[in-house]
Every structure is written in C-alpha cells, then in structure tokens.
C-alpha cells in the first residue's frame, strides 16, 4: 500500500509575500494570523506579506511565520484531504507536524513557537556562533571533521539533510576551521549560511533549558499520527516521549535524511511538503529519487492537490 506522509519545513523556507494569497482568500486563514497576531504580540500578516526581509528573517519573526503558513495550507485543505499515515518536520516544522497529528491545537503550537524562537534568539545574542554546510561527504567524515575542530572550538553535525549535505554548527573559529580544511576530510566544498547562530549545537544550551518551560504552558497530547522525531527518526506518538524530544532537538542533530529513509522503510511512497518554499521537496528527491513528492504552499496547489485526491 501507498503510505503517504505530511512533511512541514522550518527556518530558511520565509519569504516576503508568503501565504498572502491564503490569507486573502479565506476567512478561516485570515483568522489564523489575526490569532497569531494576538500571541506574539506584533503583526505577523505585515511582516510575512511586506517584509522588509530582513526583519522576516529574524528568528523571532522567521519561526511564527513558517510555522502560521504550514498551519494556513493545512486549514485550507480542511477534510477533504488525505490523512496521512506519517508526520514530519524539519527542525521548527517539527511544530507543525504534532499539530497536524494532534498532539497539540494550532494556538498552543504557535505559542510553543513563539516562546522557542525567544529562547532561541536570546542563546544566539549571548554565544558567537555560525553554521556551514559540508557538501560530498558522510556522517563519519563529518564527525571526524568535527572531533579536529574541537581544539578550535565547540564544532557538531546539526542537519543531516540528504545524502552529501550535512550541516555544521559551533563557534565561530571552529567553524572557520572547519571551512578552511574540509578537502582533508573528504567533502567537496563548504558552504558558509547565513543563520542567527549556531542552531542545534551545544552553544543552544540555554534555549534548551528553557523550553521544558516553555513546553509546560501548552497543552501536550497523545499523538493522533506517527510523527517521526528529529532527533532518533523514529516515529512517536506518546506525549512524555514529545515534550523530551522538543527539548533535546534544540541541541541535538537533525537526523532529516535518516527520518526520510525511515518512513521510507515504513511504507511511504508520497511525501507532501505542506508550507513555503520547496526546500524539503529538494532534500526528499535527493535522499530517495523514485519516491513522489508533492508541494503544497498556495492557494492553486492546495486546489490542485484536493481535485487530484477527488479523481484519483
């Protein structure tokens, strides 16, 4: 049988102009950001819709504004969608995913956010750190990578995004380290990013012990779905085993090649990226080619998705 799964992206998928047309086009979204709005405590239509980029891009305006547009696509597919036999998310998509399965409302996913992104923000503004991507290798070449940087500085794998592309995050000189001999170790190229930090890297430290906090305002249920955890990448369903691994993905790596080839093995054949951007379309084609993968972000594909669903 067919499975499909419910993929949602996180940060780096934002751009000005995102899900105005969702908005515009139904009421029910429209009061999803006005709901937004009122828990964040500033205008996140304006500044998903007008920018500037720069203030989009900042952590405390990034994550809202992902998270609020996968929710608007998921509001506006409504029933007549397919339940889907997985969920998933990258990073902060992680919020969307246990939404989407249940285990936490729209409003209480956007005020986990919400309290994330500031922990976030504040661990970023009191550290020095950066990310890099490392292109061509493997797990092993990236840890060995890592273990040579560490006399330069805290240096981890944060995003194990597809076959050949891993994410590295630490202290700055570690990071220049790391971009400055990255041939001995077998990649191909480095490639600086352009983040507020180093995310999912010892250096969150704080934002993570903030977050059982942060988690202990909202209301946390069994998971309807299988939502398949970025940190072990494999599923989980009861709540307990969520809230721990919510805290832990602020430091821990995201496994996202290896959640993919596990829902792979558990039967998914059709991955649907749900939110902005087709970042995580790319990564899935990437780590499994034959699979189908199909993106879900504005009013016309949410449209075309459901007339597809009713003909097939």
Request: glycine share 8%; net charge negative; with cysteine.
């Amino acid at each position: 049988m067919n499975k499909i799964a419910y993929i949602f992206p996180g940060q780096a998928s934002q751009f000005v102009g995102m899900a105005r047309d969702l908005n515009d086009a139904s009421r029910e979204v429209s009061s999803i950001f006005e709901m937004a709005s009122d828990i964040l405590e500033f205008d996140l239509a304006k500044i998903c819709f007008e920018g500037p980029l720069e203030r989009l891009t900042k952590t405390e305006h990034t994550q809202p504004a992902v998270l609020v547009h996968s929710l608007a696509v998921l509001k506006m597919m409504g029933e007549d969608a397919p339940k889907p036999d997985y969920c998933a998310g990258h990073s902060l998509g992680e919020y969307s995913a246990l939404a989407c399965a249940g285990a936490m409302s729209f409003e209480d996913a956007i005020a986990a956010v919400r309290d994330r992104s500031l922990l976030m923000k504040d661990a970023c503004d009191s550290t020095e750190g950066t990310m890099t991507a490392a292109i061509g290798g493997d797990e092993e070449s990236a840890n060995k990578l890592a273990e040579s940087a560490r006399k330069h500085g805290i240096l981890q794998p944060a995003n194990f995004n597809s076959p050949g592309q891993i994410a590295l995050s630490g202290e700055l000189a570690a990071v220049k380290y790391a971009q400055a001999g990255y041939k001995e170790f077998g990649f191909k190229r480095m490639l600086p990013l352009k983040v507020g930090g180093a995310f999912h890297s010892p250096l969150m430290k704080k934002a993570e012990e903030g977050m059982p906090g942060a988690l202990s305002r909202v209301n946390l249920t069994n998971a309807n779905i299988p939502v398949v955890a970025n940190v072990t990448a494999e599923p989980v369903e009861d709540t307990e085993e969520i809230k721990d691994l919510l805290v832990r993905q602020i430091t821990s790596p995201v496994r996202w090649m290896q959640s993919v080839q596990r829902m792979r093995e558990l039967g998914v054949r059709t991955f649907v990226e749900i939110g902005p951007g087709k970042v995580l379309t790319g990564l899935v084609k990437k780590t499994v080619p034959d699979a189908e993968v199909i993106n879900i972000g504005t009013v016309e594909q949410v449209e075309e998705y459901l007339e597809a669903v009713r003909v097939g």
